[in-house]
C-alpha cells in the first residue's frame, strides 16, 4: 500500500531531472503501489547506540566509538513458546540514521527490540551545493555499519531500508547508495514523497480518536515537511493511510530552512520571515479548507497530529521533562494556546539556553525554531483548538504495514508477560 513505484526498486536508474520534477500536490493519492521482496539479515545487517534524546543534529556531527548502545540486544521469549519473527525498518533521513527492530504482539501493536538512532546530518550544506558532501557521507557509512551488524546478529523476516529527501535531492544521491550497499551490504531504496507522506501516516492510525472525522498529520523533517488530510467519515479502515484524500510534500525541513535563515541567532524577525516562506509553499497546495474537515466552526470531529522532533521537542519542553520521556510525550495532547505559549518560550530564548534545556540539547538548539516556524506555517493554514503529539514515523509505519501485509497479527499467538514494551508505535525509551 505505502511501497515505492517501480522507479524508486532497487537499480533502476532515475535522472536528476526526474529527481527534480516533483511539484507541490493536492490531488487524492494514488493505489496498487507494488511491495518490494522481502528482505532477510544477509541484505545488510546493523548495529546501532541506544536512540538520540535529540532527533536533531549538530553542525558537524562526527562518528562515534561503539558502545554498549551499539551490540545488539536479545529479544525476550517466554519458557515453552516460540518466539515471535522480527521485522526491521531502517530510515535513513536528512537528520538522522534511525533503525527499529521489533516483534509483532497484540494486533497493531509491536515491541521493540532493538533500537538505534544516530545524528548523521547527511543533507548539510545540500541546499548549497546539490551533493552530498563527503563528511556527510562518511557520517551516514559509519552509522549504518553499526545498522549492518544489528541486522546481520539477528534472523529477520522482512526488512526494508529507506532513504528520504537528502538522498533524493542529492545529485550524487545514487551513487551514495551504490557505496553503502559496497561497504555495508545494505541496499537502501528511495522512497518518492507520497510514500513518505502514508508510511507517516501508517505509524499514527492508534493516535486518532474514535470520534474523529478528519485530520491534517504533518511530519516536519529535515529536508522536507509531509502533509496529509485524512477524512474518516462514517466507514473507517484498519489502515488509517486509506482515508488520506490529499497530501502534500515541501521542500523544506529544519536543516534547509536554518541554514537559510539562521538557526543559531533567531529574532521575531527572522521567525516571522522562515513562517512566511513556509506559508507560501502551502498556499500553492489544493485541499479543503478547514471549516470542511472542523465541521464548521465549532471545530469538533477536527485536530492535527504532529509527528516530529519539533512537536515532540515542545511537549517535552512544555511538560518540563528533567530527561525526555517518550512514554510521556507520546499521545500528548495540546491546546492552541499551550502550542503558542511553547513556540513564544522558545522564541525568547538565546541559543545557550536552548541547548542547556533537557529536551532540546546542542544538537537541535539551531534547528527547533527553525521547526516552530513550519510548525506555525501549518497552524495558520488549518487552526484547531488541539494537536496530539505524535513520538513515531517512518519506521514505524514500515513495521504496522509489512506485519499487516504478512498478517502477522491473524496468527493466533498466546498472550504473555515480557520485558520490553508494546507499541502501535516504538516504545523506546528515548527519543528517537
Known amino acids: 500500500m505505502v511501497d515505492p513505484t517501480l522507479g524508486e526498486r532497487k537499480g533502476h536508474k532515475r535522472s536528476k531531472k526526474a529527481r527534480h520534477r516533483r511539484g507541490l500536490q493536492g490531488r487524492p493519492l494514488t493505489s496498487g503501489e507494488r511491495q518490494p521482496a522481502p528482505q532477510r539479515a544477509a541484505d545488510g545487517g546493523g548495529n546501532a547506540r541506544q536512540a538520540s534524546p535529540t532527533g536533531g543534529g549538530p553542525a558537524a556531527a562526527q562518528p562515534r566509538p561503539a558502545n554498549r548502545g551499539d551490540q545488539p540486544r536479545a529479544p525476550y521469549v517466554a519458557a515453552n513458546e516460540p518466539p515471535a519473527p522480527l521485522y526491521a525498518a531502517l530510515d535513513l533521513g536528512t537528520n538522522n540514521c534511525r533503525l527499529l527492530i ?21 543533507g548539510e550544506g545540500l541546499g548549497a551545493s546539490g551533493r552530498l558532501s563527503d563528511e556527510a557521507m562518511e557520517r551516514a557509512v559509519e552509522a549504518l555499519k553499526v545498522c549492518a551488524l544489528k541486522l546481520g ?26 557505496r553503502v550497499a559496497s561497504e555495508t551490504g545494505l541496499e537502501l531504496e528511495i522512497i518518492n514523497r507520497e510514500t513518505e507522506a502514508r508510511l507517516a501516516v501508517s505509524g499514527c492510525s492508534s493516535l486518532v480518536d474514535r470520534e474523529t472525522r478528519s485530520v491534517v498529520l504533518f511530519d516536519i523533517g529535515g529536508g522536507s515537511s ?13 489502515r488509517l493511510a486509506n482515508h488520506i484524500t490529499h497530501w502534500t510534500s515541501l521542500p523544506v525541513g529544519v536543516v534547509t530552512l536554518s541554514e537559510r535563515h539562521g538557526g ?4 521575531p524577525a527572522s521567525f516571522e520571515a522562515m513562517v512566511q516562506e513556509v506559508e507560501g509553499m502551502l498556499s500553492r497546495f489544493d485541499s479543503p479548507p478547514v471549516e470542511a474537515l472542523a465541521n464548521g466552526t465549532s471545530g469538533s470531529g477536527f485536530h492535527l497530529i504532529g509527528t516530529s522532533g519539533t512537536v515532540t521537542t515542545l511537549a517535552g519542553v512544555h511538560l518540563d521533562l528533567p530527561r525526555y520521556d517518550r512514554r510521556r510525550v507520546d499521545g500528548l495532547w495540546l491546546t492552541d494556546d499551550e502550542v503558542s505559549a511553547m513556540q513564544a518560550r522558545l522564541l525568547s530564548w538565546d541559543f545557550d539556553a536552548r541547548a542547556a534545556n533537557p529536551c532540546i540539547g546542542p ?5 527547533v525554531l527553525a521547526g516552530c516556524a513550519i510548525l506555525e506555517a501549518i497552524r495558520r493554514r488549518w487552526p484547531s483548538t ?4 505524535a513520538d513515531r514515523g517512518l519506521r514505524e509505519g514500515l513495521l504496522t504495514d509489512m506485519m499487516a501485509d504478512d498478517g502477522a497479527w491473524r496468527r493466533s499467538r498466546p498472550r504473555r508477560h515480557q520485558r520490553g514494551s508494546n507499541a502501535s508505535g516504538s516504545q523506546e525509551g528515548n527519543k528517537p
Open 153 to 178: 546478529a539477528r534472523t529477520i523476516r522482512r526488512s526494508r531500508l529507506i532513504a528520504t529527501e537528502a538522498a533524493r535531492a542529492a545529485e550524487n544521491g545514487e551513487t551514495f547508495l551504490e
Open 226 to 238: 509531509e502533509i496529509a488530510v485524512i477524512r474518516i467519515g462514517d466507514s473507517r479502515s484498519n
Open 102 to 122: 521489533a516483534q509483532p504482539t497484540r494486533p497493531g501493536q509491536f515491541r521493540v527490540v532493538d533500537a538505534f538512532s544516530r545524528i548523521v546530518r547527511l
Open 264 to 267: 543559531q541567532h533567531v529574532t
Open 386 to 389: 488541539r494537536m496530539r503529539v
Open 363 to 367: 544538537d537541535r538548539a539551531d534547528l
